[in-house]
Nanobody, 125 residues
Framework: QVHLVESGGGLVQTGGSLRLSCAAS????????MGWFRQAPGKEREFVAS????????DYEDSVRGRFTISKGSAENTVDLQMDNLRPEDTAVYYC??????????????????WGQGTQVTVSS
């Protein structure tokens, strides 16, 4: 059974930085994809970023491109999200997702993969 654990959320001021980490266990994702979604209060969950494991190709939602960086973690089956120049509109619960299939579009739509429990990110103005 796949298990994902996120860490690194917290409270930061506008313009600050946070680094989220996700550790996946239960199977190998070496041929798949890992990434992040977020859900703000009263809004639907939305795609943030992904990384295809074998190629290292990354994908970002437009509002975070240039501010957020997704990368493979130092340990196997881990992924990090470096968030810089944070804005109040980035406030949300951030969820990690991983799937053993590198189906980029389906992943972006949140149609595949397993979910972590989420970590809160709050950006104060």
């Amino acid at each position: 059974q796949v298990h994902l654990v996120e860490s690194g959320g917290g409270l930061v001021q506008t313009g600050g930085s946070l680094r989220l980490s996700c550790a996946a266990s239960g199977r190998s994702f070496s041929g798949g994809i890992m990434g992040w979604f977020r859900q703000a209060p009263g809004k639907e969950r939305e795609f943030v970023a992904s990384i295809t494991w074998s190629s290292g190709i990354t994908d970002y939602e437009d509002s975070v491109r240039g501010r957020f960086t997704i990368s493979k973690g130092s340990a196997e089956n881990t992924v990090d999200l470096q968030m810089d120049n944070l804005r109040p509109e980035d406030t949300a619960v951030y969820y990690c997702n991983a799937d053993h299939r590198a189906w980029v579009l389906a992943f972006r739509r949140g149609q595949i993969g397993s979910w972590g429990q989420g970590t809160q990110v709050t950006v104060s103005s």
